[in-house]
Every structure is written in C-alpha cells, then in structure tokens.
C-alpha cells in the first residue's frame, strides 16, 4: 500500500467512542477492566498497536487514531490493516481514563490463539506464572520473556489478567511475540510438562538451592509464584526442583518481573543461549 492509498484509507469520525463488540471464542475469557469478559481485546499505544498490526495472526476489528498517529503510521509505511477513524485524543481517553498513555492510538482486535501444551518446543526456556494477577508485572515480564526469546508462557485462566489493556501496554508489543498458553489446572499443566521431559525449577525465596549454581538443561520451565503468596503448595510439590535466587545485598527478595529477568538470564546462560 502506497502513501496515497493509505491517506484515501484514513477516514474521519464524528468523535462516537468506539462500539464494544464481541470478541472470538479462541482462548477463555480473562477479565480486565479495559473490556468486558465478552468484548474485544484492546490494544494502545504506539509499540502495542504498531506490533499487532504487524502480526498476520492478529485480526484487527477497529483502529482509532488521532491524526499525528495515523501520519506517522503512513510515513513508516505500517498497514493498518482496516480503515481507521480520526479523531481526537479526547475521544481515546474517554475510552481509556486519563491516565492511559496512548500515543494516539487505539485497536479492538481479536484474541491470540492459544496454543496447546502439548505442542511447545523441547528447545530453550518456558515462563509458568502461577496466579500472578498485576497485568504491569505480567506485561513487563512479556516484555522480558520476549528479549530472552522465550518459547512460551503458561497460564491459568482464572486468576490472571486478561491480555488486553494495561497488560499489552506494559508489554510494548511483546504480546505478538510469546505465545500465551492459558491452561485451567496449573499442577496438571506442569505435570505435563514433566511427561514431556521439560525441567521444571519453581523458583521460591526458600529454595533448597541457588539457581545459579544448579545444572539445567533443556527444555526449561521456570515457574514463578504470585508476589506475597509466591508458590502454591501443590505447585511447589509438582516442579521438579524449587530454587532461589541468592542475591549478596540486605534485600534478599524481588519483585516478581525483576525475579524473572534475573531468572532468565540465569538460565540463558547456563544453557548457552545467550550467544
């Protein structure tokens, strides 16, 4: 598409808030308070929306731009897929609140499917979140599971944000990137996991060893628990090992997202996956 077909794609709207829709079947509803647990997935911001409309496997239902958003689209020569609305930044913050950091932009798509368990690679590290419901630790952690070239990650239906909203923005468009695998039982998940010859390590500030000095191999699971409550008791009893993370400062405990770069950059170079 040249300059000039995209400028005649770009068409402007009346101010009308976006319409709330209905999304796929695809994965299980994730609830978040950006849609309803029927309704789209949505997406904002220049790094969210500029990946999704760069994913073949993201269908893309409504775009909202303002005109800035929509010349510099067209000036990097981004397809946006369907024809978007202009209209001003007032009408995206009605949608988002203000405190939304939009950029100008704002998509309802489809959902990512979900892949299948039994499909992951026996290549390289997997993220199994057990119960982690802040949607910024979950994007964030995304975001890290996508510069460590993550396979996968592993979560529950319930008790997990949904991937929209806050969780896709704090990720800057790693969503598009690492597939999401939303199981309904995490302990039969991970048992699965170990079937499949995966090493599963649950990572807990009471480990019986230090995940750095341990032998890993692939294909890894590395299993991280809810801030507070970390691990579950059944989802301890399941990994194949429960390590920490031996830091040599006064604080010995992380946040959650810090725990998982720091946990993947352990494991990347342990396995000679850093190269």
Known sequence: MNDRDRKQQFRRSGGKPAGKGRGPGGRPAW??????PDGPVILYGWHTVAAALANPQRQIRKLLLTENAARR??????????????????????RLGPDAVHQGLLAEADALPSPDIETLSQEGIVLVLDQITDPHNVGAILRSAAAFAVKAIVTTARHSPEATGVLAKSASGALELVP???????????????DQGFMTVG??????????????RQP??????????????LTRDTCSAVARLDMPGEIKSLNVSNAAVLALYIGATKLGLMG
């Open 203 to 216: 990572l807990d500030s009471e480990g019986s060893e230090d995940l750095g000095a341990m032998t890993l």
């Open 220 to 233: 890894l699971a590395l299993v991280l628990g809810a801030e507070g409550k970390g691990l579950r008791h």
């Open 31 to 36: 609830r978040d308070r950006e849609a309803s």
């Open 73 to 94: 689209l067209a000036d990097d020569k981004i397809d946006t897929k369907v024809t978007p609305e202009i209209v001003r930044p007032s009408v995206i913050d009605a």
């Open 180 to 194: 999401l695998v939303t199981v309904q039982n995490l302990a039969r998940a991970l048992n699965e996991l170990n």
